[in-house]
């Protein structure tokens, strides 16, 4: 994969299609960081999986500079609320205790801010 080759299904695709010909700038950013993301998991010779898309998501909210960025934020929340629902059950089980308290924190951070976000992430999951 190449960083912003969208396959079709792919979650790039998905949100290149809905993100990739807006103006708004949350959209923008929205693009910009899974392009990131993309690169960072071209980089790690990791396969574009739901679980790759996870897992750089998670590291981006860990890195302080991150967290100062509310718009970043926004975006990675958005991000991962389109790849949850695709990750694996064992893979979310094993690594929610971690993940819950890193979102928890960075969603407290910046409540105000990234409303849109905390509510795609909280509604992607039935447990």
């Keep these: ?18 993100h990739g010909h807006s103006a708004q700038p949350e959209s923008q950013q929205v693009v910009a ?9 071209v980089e790690e010779k990791l396969p574009p999986s739901p679980t790759s898309f996870f897992a750089a998501g ?13 718009q970043v934020v926004q975006a990675v929340c958005t991000l991962l609320g389109l790849v949850l629902p695709r990750v694996p059950n064992p893979v979310l089980r ?19 801010q990234v ?8 509604r992607t999951r039935s447990w």
């Design 1 to 18: 994969m190449e960083a912003g080759a969208a396959q079709e299904g792919s979650i790039a695709a998905e949100v290149l299609s809905k």
């Design 33 to 41: 960081v899974l392009h990131a993301l993309e690169q960072v998991i």
């Design 58 to 70: 998670m590291s981006v909210l860990e890195r302080p500079d991150t967290r100062g960025s509310a």
């Design 94 to 112: 094993a690594k929610w205790v971690g993940a819950s308290a890193l979102i928890t924190s960075v969603l407290k951070q910046h409540t105000a």
């Design 115 to 122: 409303g849109l976000g905390r509510g795609g992430l909280i």
